[in-house]
């Protein structure tokens, strides 16, 4: 089912004091799940009978259904799927703490958000941008970890009976993720803390996928890297925001500052350096390196300027 894009911006430019009741989600999950009939007209249950949502084959995003347009309602639903994940068990949490959860989205984005990277620690790139639905050995999301842990740096799960103690990226794609090289799935090396650990299937000591990351190196150079802003300023690495930054959502972005922190890190580096390693020193002192180097120097450190500072043709324009 595709949206129309009509009446999208009417919910999208709603105020932070204009806050749809998140319970109105539910709503929306029923009116995008039954999309595909809204043309035929014979739409059964509950709102959409109650409201003219047929508009040509699509939903029309801004007619007003149970006292919110519908691109309200999806927004809402987005909103509490970002914040809380799976995290609830299936049962929605009250408003009264889906509230605070918000309020507390709001704080860590004034203080600054966590940056959750999975990075090759020789090469000192970022090949995988955590996100909010990357996958955590303990089998849960990101977005149902503590991502509003900018203190301890140590967004620990939320679900029930979990005892992960920090989220630890699982390679994988889409809902495929990395085997062990015994061939056994990554719940069969994970342990009650829902960390790697032996295999319960086998004599295998520890969860060692032989696939390679889409830098060339092993599985085993990675590792799960959580930064503030303030480390990956002092780092030289990107903390570029988001496109939309009033929404709370972003303070479970992980590492996502773009449409291209997407991208497998060797791919975002052949497009900049900066989108996935950190800024070259040298280039942050262009001033020193000028008076070692003479006229040479200088022009190597434009060179360097160029590649660290300079303008991001294609990319700009997605932010
Ligand atoms: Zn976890
Ligand atoms: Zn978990
Ligand atoms: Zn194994
Ligand atoms: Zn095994
Ligand atoms: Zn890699």
Not at 170 to 196: F, I, M, T, V, Y
Not at 199 to 216: D, I, L, Y
Not at 224 to 240: F, K, L, N, W, Y
Request: proline residues 7%.
């Amino acid at each position: 089912m595709k949206p129309t894009g009509r009446g999208r911006g009417v919910s999208r430019g709603r105020g932070r004091g204009r806050a749809v009741p998140f319970a109105h989600h539910y709503e929306a999950q029923g009116l995008l799940q039954r999309g595909g009939a809204v043309s035929g007209g014979t739409l059964e249950p509950r709102l959409p009978r109650r409201a003219a949502v047929e508009t040509g084959g699509g939903l029309d995003f801004a007619a007003v259904v149970g006292g919110a347009t519908v691109g309200a309602h999806i927004d809402a639903f987005e909103e509490y799927n970002l914040l809380v994940g799976e995290s609830d068990g299936g049962a929605a949490l009250p408003q009264r703490e889906f509230d605070s959860l918000k309020r507390k989205a709001h704080k860590v984005l004034e203080s600054g958000r966590i940056f959750v990277t999975w990075r090759n620690l020789s090469m000192g790139m970022d090949c995988v941008n955590v996100g909010p639905h990357s996958r955590c050995f303990c089998g849960h999301s990101y977005k149902a970890h503590a991502w509003w842990e900018n203190k301890s740096k140590k967004p620990r799960c939320r679900c029930k009976g979990c005892a992960c103690p920090s989220f630890s990226y699982l390679p994988g794609r889409g809902a495929q993720h990395a085997r062990c090289s015994c061939k056994h799935l990554p719940e069969d090396h994970r342990s009650a803390r829902g960390l790697p650990a032996k295999c319960s299937k086998c004599a295998c000591k520890c969860f060692a996928p032989a696939a390679r990351c889409a830098c060339g190196a092993p599985y085993g150079d990675h590792a799960t890297i959580v930064e503030t802003v303030h480390d990956r300023r002092a780092a030289g690495r990107s903390t570029e925001p988001l496109w939309d930054e009033r929404s709370e959502t972003h303070a479970v972005a992980g590492g996502l500052t773009s449409f291209a922190s997407l991208a497998p890190g060797v791919d975002r580096a052949a497009l900049h350096p900066s989108l996935a390693l950190p800024r070259p020193t040298a280039s942050r002192r262009p001033t020193a390196r000028r008076r070692r180097a003479g006229r040479a120097g200088a022009a190597g450190a434009a060179r360097s300027r160029a590649v660290a500072g300079g303008p991001r043709p294609g990319l700009r324009g997605l932010h």
